[in-house]
Every structure is written in C-alpha cells, then in structure tokens.
C-alpha cells in the first residue's frame, strides 16, 4: 500500500478517509486536522498561553508535542494521583518528554502531587469518600487544572480528548438520556464565570487510533499500561461497540459525534407533531384510498408492476 | 513469527508469513483499536509478516477519562 499523496511506501491506512499515508504525510494530516480544529471551534490564537493537561499516555503527550510544532505557547500540568508504580511510570514519561522535547521549545512542566496535599493518594481517598475512583479521579484533575489554569494566568486549558472519547461519552449520554451533559460535549467550553478557565479539546477532530500512530511515528515515548483504575469501565465497553460499528462502516464515529455537533449548532425547527404533519402532506391513493404522500402508494404501484412485468 | 500483546503483557509465537490483517483476525482483535508495528514500524493491514520478523501489537484504547 501506497501513500496517496507521495506514493512512497505507506504506514497507516484511514478507511475513514479513504486514505493511506507515509510518516511525513500523515503527520502533515495530523497536523492539518488539529489546526482545523483549534480554526473552526475558535479555541486560541498564538498569543494565547495554553496549559496541557498531560498524563503521560498517547492524547495528551501527542497533543503537547503538536501544540509545540505548530508554534503554539503551551505549558503542560501533570496531575500524580499516586497509583502505585503507574503513576510513577506515567510520571517518568512525562518528565521525559519535558525534558527532552518540550524544553527545547521554552515550554515548562508543571507537577501537582495529589499525596503532597490530600495526604492519600487515589485509591485510599476514593476509599474513604465511598466514591468510585475514577469519579474521585476526575473531579481531583478537573479542580487542580482549572486551579492552575486560573491562577498562572492561561487563557486556556487544553486536554487530550479525541474523538472516540467523545463518540463514546456521547453514546453513554445518550443511551442514558442524560440530556443536561450533551451541552459539555462541546469541544470549545468558555470561561462562562469567574473562575472558570476556557477548555478545548483540539484533538476532536482524530481517532484514537491515528492519535497512537501519531506518537508511534514521531517516537513520542508514553505509558502503554493502561491505568489499573479503568479496568472494566463503561468507556471502554462503549469504545469497543463503536470500534466493531467503524470497523464493518468506517466514518461511523465521525458522523455521530460530528453530527451532533452540527445539530447543537442549527437552530431547532419549528416544532411540529406527527399527527399534524402527517395531514399536511398524506392523502388518498387514488387507486386504493389508503394515505400516502404521491398520487398512487407504493404498495399499488409495486402490485402493478408485478401484474405487467415478465418473469426472468 | 514472536507476537508481543499488551493487557495483559503477553507473547504468542504465530505461524508466518502472514497479512497484517490475518494476523489480526486470527487473534480476533480489532483493527480500528489496535496498531500493528514490526521492529519499530508502523504497518498497514495488507503488509506481509515473516517469521522472522518481531511484531508487537499496541492496543490504542485508554478509558476511564
């Protein structure tokens, strides 16, 4: 298989996209639907000072090493929730990449320990509050971002989130009807109060299959493991159906996800009931009388055309 | 051909040469969510594995955010 820009040797296929790319290429894409993103939701412009949300897995390393790239001011917060030896693996690769690739760009790390000022880490703090952890988890990362953010002056905080992430949760909202959360899946959140920094996901737009070749090709070291916390999660599971639906019809999760986005977008229609529109545009057949909305129903027409047609 | 899988940590040795694609659904996983890399390449599906060759298959999933 061939890049279909270059036609040298290709390394990932996108059936999505009904494309193939060679490394060069397809960090060039990468690189291309990240801008797109950050353009079309009006997340930040280069005089803007970004804080990445970093964990040291593959979305918000590669999206840390991608800000950077393209020119942009970002800083990165790590958050140790002090889950053993995979916080401190996670740790080690973050400090790695801060080390190695972001200082060179004048970009600094800065390092929460949950330890240092809760006393506990995750797992004990989750155990005595008699919440589960990944909830304690994420209300921990969310304050100690926001936090940061509002205080060393960012004018944006910017996480790692693609668009299974986002396919997933929007599919967990739904399943559950859980109306009051879809107005959050925007991957643009404003500063709606004081005190409230402004949050965008830039990699909404990439799966996270292409986020993971993404650091693959650009040798951006992150932690495999996955966290022992997430094992059995309901993400997960949601992931898995929307990767077996994208697998039998590639662009599934797109259309869902960034249908959705579309539809919050338009203004809502003018509401109609089904009673009322059926009277506005059903009427007899006038071959049977029964309602439909062309002069003969299909059923009278698919009965004549088997009447007149020959056998083969 | 040596196979490294993650979650958990394991090795299965596969019989080669072999598709991508193949070695795949063999071990019944799925492309979308998995990532194929021989020595450290990426490969596509339609690319033929030797039995020499070192694979290692990365899952791309991450939950719990």
């Known amino acids: 298989m061939n890049c279909g820009k270059c036609k040298t040797k290709a390394v990932i296929s996108l059936p999505r996209h009904n494309a193939a790319f060679c490394k060069s290429c397809f960090t060039t894409f ?30 918000s390393l590669a999206l840390w090493h991608i800000l950077l790239k393209l020119g942009y001011r970002a800083d990165a917060l790590y958050v140790n929730l002090g889950i053993g ?84 949760r929007l599919l967990g909202n739904v399943l559950h009807w859980q109306d009051e959360y879809l107005d959050k899946q925007s991957p643009t959140l404003p500063a709606s109060v004081e005190g409230f920094a402004k949050k965008v996901k830039p990699l909404c737009r990439l799966s996270e299959r292409e986020i993971a070749a993404y650091a693959v090709v650009n040798r951006i070291d ?72 062309a002069e003969t129903c299909s059923y009278c027409k698919m009965m004549a055309k088997a009447k007149t047609a020959t056998p083969r | 051909m040596l196979v490294h899988l993650s979650h958990p940590q394991r090795q299965v040795e596969i019989k080669g040469p072999k598709r991508t694609k193949e070695l795949l659904r063999e071990l019944n996983l799925v492309i979308e969510a998995h990532l194929v890399i021989r020595g450290d390449e990426l490969v596509t599906e339609d690319e033929m594995l030797a039995d020499a060759d070192q694979i290692e298959i990365r899952p791309v999933i991450s939950g719990g955010r």
């Open chain 1, 30 to 59: 990468v690189h291309e639907q990240v801008a797109r993103a950050i353009k079309s939701f009006k997340m930040f412009t280069p005089e803007d000072r970004i804080l990445v949300a970093v964990s040291g897995g593959k979305d």
């Open chain 1, 85 to 168: 030896s995979y916080s401190e693996e996670s740790h080690r690769k973050v400090r790695h990449y801060a080390d190695n690739v972001a200082a060179a760009h004048g970009a600094k790390l800065i390092v929460h320990v949950v330890e240092q000022e809760a006393g506990a880490g995750i797992r004990e703090l989750a155990t005595i509050l008699h919440r589960p952890t990944c909830s304690t988890c994420g209300t921990i990362k969310r304050y100690q971002f926001n936090r940061a953010a509002v205080e060393q002056d960012y004018n944006v905080m910017a996480t790692g989130h693609n668009l299974d992430d986002e396919a997933a």
């Open chain 1, 222 to 293: 992150y932690i495999v493991e996955e966290c022992p916390m997430a094992k059995g999660s309901k993400m997960i599971l949601y992931k898995e159906v929307l990767n077996r639906l994208e697998t039998e019809s590639p662009g599934t999760k797109q259309r869902f996800y960034w249908g959705f986005l579309e539809k919050q977008t338009k203004p809502e229609p003018a509401t109609e009931s089904m009673a009322e529109k059926d009277q506005r545009t059903l009427h007899p057949c006038q071959s049977c009388g029964q309602p439909t909305t």
